[in-house]
């Protein structure tokens, strides 16, 4: 199963495994998503299934939109990705324009990657954006002890030039980026409510868009234990 649906961050709550311990969760109302669009190598050069999350009022919408998701047989939808099926385990032709794909798809996971937008910060100092420890702060010292020190050393590959070297680690605009959060633990699925509860913390605000796939990349124990329960 390669393909990712996208889903909503609830936010953050607790549950209790058998031996009573505490486990920190994420709670996500994944789904339902809907077909909108089948890209094959004939029609667009390439394999690509595209799909649909979110109910939105026609006149908050676009009529190219609304004509779009109408070609397969739903209502205009607030999101919409494309996600290449090239290495996907699912096949194309399983798939068909309108079906719905709810969080039943990994009922057999045991491993997922969450990605999200984490929160915007806004403008941050070098300290808190990249944990710099500061100057120091004992007698002799300016008033400037958060500042992130010389820069003068990353000028150019010789020491010097006209400008600071690119991905110098400076103050500037913190957050709002796309982040992965890869191999988290599935604690539990209902599939009533279409909700998947994942270990730890997730990317983004509560009642954001999160897109959640099969976890990839996996350690060696975590990859064997995956097989076992894909193959259960």
Same mark, same amino acid.
């Given at each position: ?5 996208? !889903? ?5 709550t ?5 031996d ?5 969760v994420?709670v996500i /109302?994944?789904? $339902?998503?809907v ?5 094959t190598?004939?029609?667009?050069g390439?394999t690509?299934?595209?799909i +649909?999350?979110?109910?939105?009022? $026609?006149?908050? %919408?676009?009529m190219?939109?609304? !004509? #779009?998701d109408a070609?397969?047989g +739903? *209502?205009? @939808?607030? #999101?919409? =990705?494309?996600?290449? /099926?090239?290495? %996907?385990?699912?096949?194309?032709g399983?798939l ?5 794909? &709810? ?7 045991a491993?997922?990657d969450v990605?999200?937008?984490? @929160?915007?910060?806004?403008?941050a ?12 702060a004992?007698?002799g010292?300016? =008033? @400037? #002890?958060?500042? $992130?020190? %010389?820069?003068?050393g #990353? *000028?150019?590959?010789l020491?010097?030039?006209?400008k600071?070297?690119?991905g110098?680690?400076? /103050? !500037?605009h913190m957050? &709002?980026?796309r982040v992965?959060?890869?191999?988290l633990?599935?604690? =539990?699925i209902?599939k009533?409510?279409?909700l998947?509860?994942?270990? !730890? $913390?997730?990317?983004? /605000?509560? @009642?954001?868009l ?9 350690y060696?124990?975590?990859?064997v ?6 193959g +259960?």
């Amino acid at each position: 199963m390669g393909l990712t649906l996208m !889903g909503t961050k609830l936010g953050m709550t607790r549950v209790f495994d058998a031996d009573g311990h505490s486990v920190p969760v994420t709670v996500i /109302a994944l789904g $339902p998503c809907v077909v909108t669009q089948l890209k094959t190598e004939e029609t667009d050069g390439y394999t690509a299934v595209q799909i +649909a999350y979110g109910e939105v009022k $026609p006149r908050n %919408s676009t009529m190219q939109i609304i !004509g #779009h998701d109408a070609k397969a047989g +739903a *209502s205009a @939808k607030r #999101h919409h =990705r494309e996600f290449c /099926a090239c290495d %996907s385990k699912i096949d194309l032709g399983e798939l068909a324009l309108g079906q719905t794909l &709810d969080i039943s798809l990994f009922e057999k996971c045991a491993y997922v990657d969450v990605t999200g937008t984490s @929160k915007g910060k806004g403008f941050a100092g070098g300290m808190k954006r990249h944990n710099f420890k500061g100057l120091c702060a004992s007698h002799g010292t300016e =008033r @400037k #002890h958060r500042s $992130p020190g %010389s820069i003068g050393g #990353h *000028s150019a590959n010789l020491g010097t030039g006209p400008k600071v070297k690119k991905g110098k680690r400076m /103050a !500037g605009h913190m957050g &709002d980026d796309r982040v992965t959060m890869r191999s988290l633990d599935v604690i =539990r699925i209902d599939k009533e409510q279409g909700l998947m509860l994942v270990k !730890g $913390p997730v990317p983004g /605000a509560n @009642k954001g868009l999160v897109e959640v796939r099969e976890g990839r990349r996996l350690y060696k124990s975590k990859g064997v234990k995956q097989k076992e329960t894909l193959g +259960a």
